[in-house]
């Protein structure tokens, strides 16, 4: 079954070129079936980019999904067309009165910061909050995940000593979890950080699983059902170039920069780089979606009681 986003947008385009199953505002509202409606808090400077890896990860599966994109009220993008953000994108403070199936909330380039320090760090304490009513379920990612552990379990974050970049081995932790239904014993996912979340910290936190892991860079995957929530430090969503793109962005800036780790062949640039993610990245957020659609309330009203 296909995703519902707007014709108009244009990760429509790119999705019907890849085969992604996508539908028309127009045309779902014809079926008789509730769509379960996602929404994705965007943080990333480089909103449509964004917009397309999440879009075909979670358009992939058997269900129709109804995507709503949302930004921080008051925070401006600089990279993101004027136009495009008021066309497609709804400010928080305008639809907290809603409810949704499921929410993901991006990483952000503010690693940097200390969480009280980002702009919007109020606001998006409050979204954290929020979820607890008016989400089924929410989906943290990089930055998100971490703000989002560190909210409601006080976990920190640390700088490393140097960024975390590359593809990496990760271990399959709980096989038995629902969220990694078909996953290998081990699997590749693209990492680009300067920041971590440290094991012996996350198991300190009550009632906090790690279903992934790695022993190069660290806990990757938190399941907290408490706050019917998971959070993953690292990129599944990721495209075969983007951490090409960060590279070569760093080398025409002559910012100091490994060679992503594990990612070209022979981890020589000059050579094509080779995706051994795309797989695993589209069980998770199946299996995410698959779990939210088991559990969530026909009636939307219900969500969050």
Known sequence: ????????????????????????????????????????LNLMPK?????????????ATPLQIELSLIRMTEHQTKNTAAEHMAEF??????????????????????EHLDFADVTYWDEIREVFEWTQT????????????MAMINHFHDVKKHMLDAKAFGCFRHRN??????????????????VSRWTEMRQYEIDAAP????????????????????HRALYIFNHFEYDSDTLKQEYDRDVANNTPIN??????????????PQNRWRSHAHLLYGNWINAMYQTTPFDMSHIGQ
């Open 259 to 272: 060679v992503p780790m594990n990612y070209y062949p022979d981890d020589d640039p000059s050579q094509h």
């Open 134 to 145: 008016n989400v089924h379920s929410t989906f943290g990612v990089c930055w998100g995940g």
């Open 89 to 110: 994108y709804h400010p928080f403070q305008e639809i907290k009165d809603q409810k949704f199936d499921g929410l993901i909330i991006t990483g952000a380039p503010i």
């Open 173 to 190: 932790l709980a096989p038995a979890s629902p969220f990694l239904r078909g996953f290998s014993d081990d699997c590749v996912i693209p």
């Open 47 to 59: 909103k449509i980019q964004t917009e397309n890896q999440f879009a075909r990860l979670i358009g």
């Open 207 to 226: 009632d906090l699983i790690t279903l992934l892991g790695s022993d190069d860079v660290g806990p990757c995957l938190i399941e907290d059902p408490a």
């Open 1 to 40: 079954m296909p995703i519902k986003i707007p014709s108009d947008l244009p990760a429509f385009d790119v999705l019907t070129n890849e085969g992604v199953m996508v539908m028309a505002e127009d045309h779902a509202a014809r079926q008789d079936i509730r769509p379960l409606r996602i929404g994705l």
